[in-house]
């Protein structure tokens, strides 16, 4: 089955989303279209007609430089911009097929793609868990120290969409 990223919309159903992680299923059904009409957060749907199968949030984000390790600001400003991917979830009845990782893929293309035109040097994910600091680890993103923040050079995430 292939899906095409949409923007999330009035006409999606986001009820029905079962994610397994409570929050992200919460954040979809509470808070998605609010941040969306507030553009506070961008969020783009897989969807099965109108049903949500999966999503993801971005966010414009800074990073502030005292906040990252040292081989890692050499040559930064103060405050690094940054894009933030807020929420990454894959419905239960998609999860084990390796969809995540085409899910992310999407999700990193459309940042690459409006990185051309606004400027922003990391990707930054906050894991909720420690599966999900291993999935963003498998795909390149270096976890801060003592931290459930992970990062990956925007620089790196286009090479390697190449």
Same mark, same amino acid.
């Given at each position: 089955?292939? =899906?095409?990223? +949409?923007?999330?919309?009035?006409?999606? +159903?986001?009820?029905?989303?079962?994610? %397994?992680?409570?929050? &992200?299923?919460?954040?979809?059904? +509470? @808070?998605?279209?609010?941040?969306?009409?507030?553009?506070?957060? !961008?969020?783009?749907?897989?969807?099965? %007609? +109108?049903?949500?199968?999966?999503?993801?949030? #971005?966010?414009? @984000?800074?990073? =502030?430089?005292?906040? &990252?390790? $040292?081989?890692?600001?050499? %040559?930064?400003? #103060?405050?690094?911009?940054?894009? *933030?991917?807020?929420?990454?979830?894959?419905? !239960?009845? =998609?999860? /084990?097929? /390796? &969809? %995540?990782?085409? &899910?992310?893929?999407?999700? *990193?293309? !459309? #940042?690459?793609?409006?990185? !051309?035109?606004?400027?922003?040097?990391?990707?930054?994910?906050?894991?909720?868990?420690?599966?999900?600091?291993?999935?963003?680890? @498998?795909?390149?993103?270096?976890?801060?120290?003592?931290?459930? $923040?992970?990062? $990956?050079?925007?620089?790196?995430?286009?090479?390697?969409?190449?």
């Amino acid at each position: 089955m292939q =899906f095409s990223a +949409e923007p999330l919309s009035e006409q999606h +159903e986001t009820a029905d989303f079962d994610s %397994g992680q409570p929050e &992200l299923d919460r954040w979809l059904l +509470e @808070h998605a279209l609010t941040a969306e009409a507030k553009r506070v957060g !961008r969020t783009f749907v897989w969807a099965d %007609g +109108e049903r949500i199968v999966a999503y993801y949030t #971005i966010v414009a @984000h800074a990073i =502030f430089r005292e906040d &990252l390790p $040292r081989s890692v600001v050499r %040559g930064n400003p #103060i405050q690094i911009p940054s894009v *933030l991917l807020a929420k990454l979830a894959l419905d !239960r009845s =998609f999860q /084990g097929q /390796g &969809l %995540g990782s085409v &899910l992310l893929v999407d999700a *990193l293309a !459309r #940042i690459v793609a409006a990185t !051309r035109t606004v400027a922003a040097r990391y990707v930054v994910v906050d894991a909720f868990s420690s599966a999900a600091a291993d999935f963003y680890a @498998h795909h390149g993103f270096v976890r801060l120290p003592d931290s459930t $923040r992970l990062l $990956r050079k925007l620089t790196d995430i286009a090479a390697s969409l190449r």
